[in-house]
Nanobody
Framework: VQLQASGGGLVQAGGSLRLSCVAS????????MGWFRQAPGEERDFVAA????????NYVDSVKGRFIISRDNAKNTAYLQMNSLKPEDTAVYYC???????????????????WGQGTQVTVSS
């Protein structure tokens, strides 16, 4: 599975961005998708995940109520809608995937096998 992330950019605090992750080379409808982020000097952290059907999602506490993960299996694409952005959301955002129908690990950011190249999100104060 190859992943291509896009949609990052520079936005003022309080603004919104939508990230997209297009998958190719596999059966998208059978993969669990996740978004991670890495701020300068920090480790890569889990942000959100969605299971193969879209019926289950999970978020890190710091983005709950602001970010929404979704997917369109017909378009082989996962999305991360980011609202009410804060300067502390500034990071490189990565999408990731793992082929599994069992969602317990992937929904907490564990076990991802395929990674996209990252897209920069910068939130100015």
């Amino acid at each position: 599975v190859q992943l291509q992330a896009s949609g990052g950019g520079l936005v003022q605090a309080g603004g919104s961005l939508r990230l997209s992750c297009v998958a190719s080379g596999g059966t998208f409808s059978s993969v669990c998708m996740g978004w991670f982020r890495q701020a300068p000097g920090e480790e890569r952290d889990f942000v959100a995940a969605i299971n193969w059907s879209g019926g289950n999602t999970n978020y890190v506490d710091s983005v709950k109520g602001r970010f929404i993960i979704s997917r369109d299996n017909a378009k082989n694409t996962a999305y991360l809608q980011m609202n009410s952005l804060k300067p502390e959301d500034t990071a490189v955002y990565y999408c990731a995937a793992v082929s599994t129908y069992a969602s317990s690990n992937c929904l907490i950011g564990v076990g991802y096998r395929y990674w996209g190249q990252g897209t920069q999100v910068t939130v100015s104060s």
